[in-house]
């Protein structure tokens, strides 16, 4: 149901009417996205525009009547649900409005959409980064691949040509296609060292991956939120979610190193290796897919304590925009309202109901794969 | 068995606290006057030359005595440490030629917490350790650079002349208005003494290596946390007792006080309360929690609804007193006026326009404010009363938009233009810091703005990030406030075009040649009648030409225990917790 | 098994190092000016049009003491076409500008000197003791001019001022020595960008030695020299420990009485899984998990200390503890103001840690070993006293391990609302300002517990089972 709302919320709650008619001639403002000015300045009629005030012909309005930004100060600011309203019926404020007149059911049909997006997204993201590295690591360890040295010196010179071509100064196309002629040299270099043999050494992936984790780890939260939200320059959603997701893959990634390494010394993965089927392979067809349903017990907690670390940052007032309307920064007004018990009651309970979904969830899934496990043995 | 073990004396302990909090309430009213204020911030220094934070100078001036301050109630320059406010005297001849003279005479009765006396050496103290070249204070020069020369009388130590060559609008202010430090406790090595303020003020001379040494000295022991937080002296009635480093700062009141002593001390020398305790509390609902609960007796700054909401609730009502006075200081929205978007007149009114200031009256302020039309603060007497304040106009401002030529050619829904040879989105972005204040009208600019067409972008900034972007003339629109003195206004630093360079104080870019003029002849007008009317005339050009948007004066809220009796002000804090009694 | 132990301990060390310089180096990609924002002051006394030379020189000046004017690493790369002093022309706003101008006119010896010429210029006019009107002049539009991006704008505002300063009859000639080199120089650069002389050159690579910032700040951590707040010149690490002092205190109750209740809780709902009142029992625990702190925190503060409901606790900071006489005194005033905090902190963990403990009991429950007790006779109470709950712990163990160092980073959010002075403030407060030199070793310090308490516990762990692999 929450999944509901965050995808059709704009439907829902607008103020603007899927369709009027006014002096003969029907418009769809939701759907065509002109700009309220721009249809004063076109239709005198419309001037000022407010979707409430002008008496239209005909009119069908969204359920909600009200975007979860719109600021109503006039008659709307910081009613209560239960008490009377200066509105008719139909544009009651079912569960009050803030200080600034918002309405607190388009802020809530919002905040599906934003917490949901900010869980999903960076858990998604945190995924997207932890296995690949966390199999990888696992699944070659320290020893697998073999470097020669003469590899590893001719990398470095490769590394340190591309930073020398960063730094000329020319225009970003050429720059490009220099480094691109560049490479192509070294690639061929590459395949000359193949002749010269000299002693090998093994590649210590795994450590590099785990020295990584623990560099994101040890760096505190609070640290890496606020020195990305500083160096980035537009604060929104986006940020936000990377943040999350780059404090959650090391646990991904370590959840699924462990997975690995367990299963990559079984029986059956070591006759597909007999077998020659190629690494690449055997990693996503045969050891991820099994190591992931343990770390899809992990990614469901990580869902909702994301959405709870959205809320906390939007109390630091560092997170979303100030115009975003959620779950958490409505509990973060209420801070400063308490007497405002429907600025409390609905969001807390949103946020409680959405984690207790997901836990539940969480729950389903590990008792199915227990199950699971029992039938396999 | 240990955990039974735990509890047990964990009920013990708390029973025993109990007992012991209630122990410490009784003797509280028995015992001297304390007065617990919540500050919001914990001030960095209490040395007056670096500290940054209005909470520091609200506790600095008890101790350091500033030369005169205006007065809480008359708003009128008062003498503290001198006899009384000088007067101006012509100089017509010697290097002086054609500037003015001022000759201040200490009160014989000010002494410092050690019992000796404040004299003429301190003065020039003060002044000296401000051009120390390693002291870090160049605000300050600037504004004691007005000061031509200064003048010690060998045989009155009491006794100094300032001379002042240039005309500025508020020579007593830079005479007078500042801290005093005593000069035998900052500078116990006498370092300064060594130098005279005329080499000090040379910018091209040339210090020998162990002047250089002595002068580096000073200003490393002057700036360190032991002047700063440790050894903080001065005339004023309070010294400082305890700071505890995140909890709070305790002042306590002199027990041998020169200000006792003398009749009829002036307001700000007096002190009642026996000892003041600063607390932080950093967040406002906790802030709140701790007036309620006693725990503090004063709190300023406090949100709009929170005092509306606990003036009006009989239970709170009973227990603290209200105070609203209007502050001297305005809140307007800047506006860049060197962004092409902004250049254009008609669409700063525009924006002027689509406000919906009722609303942020109403909403925001709670009714706590006051419109304004221009920079003069609404009480004083040159204020443009003919001029009404702008209010909400969409249908005006939509015209506005489209008479700049501003159309939607592009069909995204925001009107465009072509400026320059390319084509411009009305697009404008406000920069605000996480104020709450701030981020509402943000909200509200946005959402009205949008009504009229306008596209407005809200960036929330750091307080560094923010005052950056100012600074380097990289915004469009902030909120903003202009602090205004109780004496004249001197418009020339805001609203003259000369004043429009990097660093200077003209920041939305302003220009006029009709401003320009009028603000010359303000500065240099001999008669009030004259000056009154050049005031009115560039209020009524700001009026016009909105360079920025002006929204309201707003009315401190002040919540005070009924234990006190307070006195309330229309200065910053609002409050003087020095002339707090205890109530009948 | 010993070398592997040393090579384990330099290679954490390595990693710290690793560490060290990724955070000197996200210092510096930090937005804004800090010296400007140390300079300039919230709300000025006075507006006062500052006068640029001075401010320059307190730039300088406060620039030199936090050693902004020195390289950043022991090495620079730097491209080709700007002159080596450019990273060095400070402040970071002019540096902007110059780089700029290089940009612009693929001079950079030109830009240099138009830059110096600019800078002299503004400096002799400035500081001038007696303000004529062209000085001030002059001093005001160089000033302008080295914030001027554009050499275009540039050039026309300084014909502007070459021309107004001829037709002022009390012309100081000494000023316009230096305005016709400044034009002569900008017209320079901006011929020869029109003429297409743009030199191709490598980066240059340059050994800076051990005099650079970071060099200077890494010794800082480890020398007799003090490390300096740039905020209030308290001692660095004496504001750390007095932060930590309050932290472990806070998180160290917190955690004492989450673990301990949570861990009775466990084992309770483990016994009693799927019964009426678990059920309900486990739904308060989520409660309380589901909401977020800072309301909780709230919530508290409201309804038992404010009055508005029950005023049985005081509200935020610590208290007159100083003043209490006896020790007993201090630790119960103590106490009385750090019981919500720590009641709030350790109620979000509860739920964790009596989940954990459910699961495990409810893991062991199936063990084989439990069946084979049963079958021998033993009462069940005894199985769970004596077997089950002590399996059952050892994954709680592993949490406590685990949770160390968050133990010392501190609880921002509860230390904002209950107003302690902890880490989590510290940390926070210190960001925000910018004071680098608190906030570095926070950061060293945590990095080094959590990297070497991964090395604890795998030692630990190959300890306790040989057959742990070394990883």
Redesign the interface.
């Known amino acids: 149901m929450i999944t509901f709302f965050a995808l059709f919320g704009p439907l829902i709650s607008n103020d603007k009417p899927y369709c009027c008619r006014l002096e003969g001639i029907t418009y769809y403002p939701l759907f065509s996205g002109i700009s309220e000015a721009e249809l004063s300045a076109q239709h005198p009629a419309f001037s000022p525009v407010d979707w409430r005030t002008t008496s239209f012909e005909s009119i069908w309005r969204t359920p909600i009547p009200y975007s979860h930004h719109a600021i109503d100060l006039k008659s709307g600011a910081h009613l209560s649900p239960t008490g009377t309203q200066p509105l008719s019926l139909k544009f009651r404020h079912w569960l009050g409005t803030d200080i600034l007149g918002r309405d607190v059911l388009a802020g809530m049909i919002r905040g599906c959409r934003v917490s949901l997006f900010i869980g999903l997204g960076s858990m998604l993201i945190a995924l997207l980064i932890g296995i690949p590295l966390g199999s990888v690591a696992a699944y070659y360890g320290n020893g697998y691949w073999r470097i020669s040295w003469i590899e590893l010196l001719l990398s470095g010179i490769v590394l340190f040509g591309m930073v020398c071509i960063w730094y000329l100064s020319y225009s970003t196309l050429i720059k490009i296609i220099i480094a691109t002629l560049f490479l192509i040299v070294a690639w061929f270099l590459f395949r000359l060292t193949k002749f010269i043999s000299s002693k090998k050494i093994g590649f210590p992936l795994d450590t590099l991956v785990m020295s990584l984790i623990s560099i994101v780890d040890s760096f505190p939260g609070l640290f890496i939120i606020l020195i990305l939200l500083v160096i980035f320059p537009s604060k929104g959603l986006m940020t936000v979610l990377l943040a999350i997701a780059l404090l959650r893959w090391p646990v991904m990634a370590r959840y699924i190193r462990a997975e690995i390494f367990k299963m990559k010394e079984s029986n059956y993965i070591k006759s597909a290796q007999l077998l020659n089927i190629p690494d690449f392979r055997i990693l996503s067809r045969h050891l991820v897919p099994y190591a992931f349903r343990p770390v899809m017990i992990s990614f469901i907690f990580g869902v909702s304590s994301a959405i709870l670390a959205e809320s906390s940052l939007s109390f630091l007032g560092i997170g979303l925009p100030p115009e975003e309307m959620n779950w958490g920064r409505l509990l973060s007004e209420s801070r400063n309202h308490f007497d405002d018990w429907w600025l409390v009651f609905f969001p807390g309970c949103a946020i409680f109901f959405t984690l207790l979904s997901l836990y539940t969830i969480g729950n389903m899934v590990q008792k199915r794969m227990e199950e699971g496990s029992f039938r396999e043995m | 068995m240990v ?1 039974k073990g735990i509890q047990h004396i964990i009920l013990t ?2 029973l ?2 109990l007992a ?2 209630s122990c410490k309430t009784g003797i509280e009213t028995s015992t001297p006057l304390v007065v617990n204020v919540r500050i919001a911030q914990e001030p ?2 209490l040395n007056p030359l670096f500290s ?3 909470f520091a100078t609200q506790i600095e001036s008890l101790i350091l005595l500033p030369v005169a301050e205006y007065d809480p109630v008359s708003l009128k320059l008062s003498p503290l440490l001198i006899t009384e406010i000088p007067t101006e005297q012509k100089v017509s001849e010697g290097k002086h030629s054609g500037g003015s003279m001022y000759t201040l005479h200490f009160r014989p009765e000010a002494t410092w917490t050690d019992g000796s006396p404040v004299t003429a050496e301190d003065y020039l103290f003060t002044i000296k350790s401000v051009y120390n ?2 002291v ?1 204070a ?2 300050m ?3 004691f ?1 007005f000061i031509s020369e200064i003048q010690t009388d060998p045989k009155d130590a009491k006794k100094v002349t300032v001379f002042i060559d240039s005309t500025y609008i ?1 020579p007593l ?1 830079v005479i007078t ?1 500042f801290q005093l430090f005593p000069a035998n406790v900052y500078d116990p090595k006498n370092i300064m003494t060594g130098f005279t303020l005329e080499e000090l003020r ?3 001379k040339k210090w020998t290596a162990e002047q250089d040494t002595l002068l580096k000295q000073f200003a490393e022991s002057f ?3 032991h002047f ?2 440790e050894m903080v002296m001065g005339a004023g009635p309070y010294e400082l007792d ?1 700071w ?5 700062i305790r002042l306590k009141r002199k027990s041998n006080y020169w200000g006792d002593k003398i009749s009829n001390p002036p307001l700000l020398v007096q002190g009642y309360p026996t000892e003041i305790n600063y ?12 007036l ?2 006693g ?1 503090v007796d004063v709190m300023g700054d406090v ?1 709009a ?2 005092f509306i ?1 606990m003036k009006n609730d009989p239970q709170w009502a009973d227990k603290f007193q209200f105070a609203s006075p209007a502050l001297l200081q305005m809140n307007y929205l800047l506006l860049n006026n060197h962004k092409p978007i902004l250049a254009d007149k008609r669409i700063r009114q525009a924006l002027a326009y689509c406000l ?1 200031y ?3 009256m ?3 302020l709670q009714g706590l404010g006051q419109r304004t039309v221009g920079p003069i603060h609404p009480t004083k007497r040159y204020y443009d009363k003919d001029l009404k304040p702008i209010q909400q106009d ?2 005006k401002s ?1 015209a506005l ?2 008479a700049a030529g501003w ?2 050619t592009n069909g995204n ?3 465009d233009k072509i400026i320059d040879g390319k084509l411009q989105e009305l697009s404008i972005s406000i920069k ?1 810091t ?1 104020q ?1 204040e701030g ?2 009208i ?3 600019l ?3 703005a ?5 596209d407005i972008n ?3 900034l ?4 923010f ?2 972007a100012r ?2 003339n990289n915004f469009d629109i902030e909120p903003m ?1 202009m ?1 205004s ?1 109780p004496t004249l206004d ?1 418009p020339y ?2 609203w003259h075009s000369q ?1 429009d ?5 003209n920041v939305s870019g302003f220009h006029s040649m009709a401003a320009d003029s009028v603000i010359n002849e303000i500065r240099t007008d001999a008669s009030e009648k004259e000056r009154d009317i050049d005031y009115h005339s560039l209020q009524e050009i700001l009026y016009e030409e909105q360079p920025v948007i002006f929204l309201y004066v707003p009315l401190e809220r002040i919540i005070v225990s009924k234990k006190f009796e307070f006195l309330s002000s229309s200065r910053k804090p609002g409050y003087f917790e020095n002339l707090f009694k205890r109530a009948s | 098994m010993k070398s592997s132990l040393l090579r384990r301990f330099i290679g954490s060390l390595f990693l710290l190092w690793i560490i060290s310089i990724i955070a000197f180096w996200l210092s510096k990609l930090a937005p804004g000016d800090e010296v400007m924002d140390y300079l300039t002051i919230d709300e000025p006394r006075y507006n006062i049009n500052s006068n640029p030379f001075e401010l320059r020189n307190a730039y300088q000046l406060i620039a030199h003491r936090r050693g902004l004017d020195l390289p950043l690493f022991y090495w620079s790369i730097t491209p080709g076409i700007y002159p080596e002093e450019v990273n060095r022309i400070l402040p970071f706003d002019d540096r902007i500008v110059v780089k700029e101008w290089i940009d612009e006119s693929k001079n950079g010896e030109g830009s240099l000197a138009l830059y110096n010429l600019l800078k002299t210029g503004m400096n002799t006019s400035c500081s001038e003791k007696n303000h004529s009107f062209s000085g001030e002049l002059t001093c005001q539009d160089f000033n302008k001019a080295m914030k001027t991006a554009e050499l275009m704008e540039m050039q026309k505002n300084l014909h502007l001022l070459s021309e107004t300063l001829k037709s002022d009859p009390a012309l100081d000639s000494g000023v316009l020595i230096f305005v016709s080199p400044v034009l002569a120089s900008c017209d320079k650069l901006l011929n020869e960008k029109n003429h297409g002389t743009g030199l191709v050159r490598l980066p240059v690579i340059k050994w800076n030695g051990l005099h650079n910032q970071y060099h200077r700040w890494m010794t800082g951590l480890f020398s007799q020299r003090p490390l300096t707040s740039l905020v209030d010149g308290l001692n660095a690490w004496g504001k750390i420990f007095d932060a930590m002092k309050w932290t472990l205190l806070l998180n160290g109750f917190a955690f004492l009485l989450a673990i301990s209740i949570g861990v009775v809780i466990g084992i309770w709902s483990g016994r009693h899984d799927g019964k009426p009142l678990e059920r309900i029992f486990n739904w308060i625990l989520f409660a309380l998990f589901a909401l977020p702190s800072f309301w909780l925190g709230t919530l508290f503060i409201y309804a038992l200390t404010s009055g508005e409901w029950l005023s049985v606790f005081p509200s935020g900071g610590l208290g007159s503890y100083q003043g209490a006489g006896s020790w007993i005194g201090k630790w119960g005033i103590l106490f009385v103001h750090l019981f919500l905090p720590v009641t709030c902190l350790a109620l979000g963990a509860l739920a964790y840690v009596s989940r954990q403990m459910k699961q495990s009991i409810l893991h062991q429950y199936q063990q084989p070993y439990v069946k084979a007790l049963r079958a021998q006779g033993i009462s069940e109470r005894t199985i769970m006293r004596k077997h089950i709950v002590r399996n059952a712990l050892f994954p709680v163990i592993t949490i406590i391990g685990g949770s160390i160092p968050a133990l010392l980073s501190g609880s921002l959010i509860i230390e904002v609302i209950y107003s302690i002075p902890g880490m989590g403030r510290l940390m926070y407060n210190s960001l925000l300002a910018q004071d680098w030199p608190v906030v570095f070793p926070i950061l060293m310090l945590g990095a080094a517990i959590t990297v070497f308490s991964y090395l604890l516990t795998d030692i630990v762990y190959k300890w306790a089972d040989p057959r742990v692999k070394t990883v």
């Open positions: 955990r302990t708390s025993l606290l012991l909090s960095e220094t940054k934070s209005s070249p390693y870090n160049s605000s020069r600037g504004f650079g508020l202010d208005n040379d910018p091209n700036e360190s946390p700063g937080r305890n505890t480093t995140g909890e709070f607390r932080f509390y950093g967040d406002a609902a906790t802030a709140e929690a701790a309620k609960s725990v949100s609804s929170t909401k919906d009722d609303g942020i109403k909403n925001v969409i249908n939509i938009i489209k159309k939607d829904g925001i009107p605000i996480n709450e981020k509402a943000a909200n509200i946005k959402e009205n949008k009504k009229a067409g306008i809200i960036e929330v750091e307080t560094s990030q005052n950056d600074r380097q406030r602090r003195l001197d630093a805001t004043s360079k990097p660093g200077g104080n």
